[in-house]
């Protein structure tokens, strides 16, 4: 059974940090991208970041750029996103997700990750 945990949400005052994280189990994880999506109040999902399956190409979104950033450790199955300078824009459920992909790339589109997680709230008050 493939299983997909966030952990790390919350709520932080504008300007502050906080580091979600993703376990995954029931997969091959080195075989996956992964990645974060966001869905605001009232928004559709969107794509945050992602990143390929070696880690070593990544993608951002514009609003997120240079604020947030992604990694991997392919020997613990594990995907983070460290986000910075949080805004009250920022706040929307977060969810991990993966796509199982043949070659060491990015995705953006949310229709090509087959697994998501339950999601993880983060609220970033003024």
Known sequence: QVRLVESGGGSVQEGGSLTLTCTVSGLTFGDYVMGWFRQLPGKDLEAVSTISKSG??????ISTKG????????AKNTVSLR????????TAMYYCAAAYNEYDVTLTSKSRFTYWGQGTQVTVFS
Do not use: H, Y
Not at 56 to 61: I, K, Y
């Open 67 to 74: 604020r947030f950033t992604i990694s991997r450790d392919n």
């Open 83 to 90: 986000m910075n300078s949080l805004a009250p824009d920022d």
């Open 56 to 61: 070593g190409s990544v993608f951002g979104s």
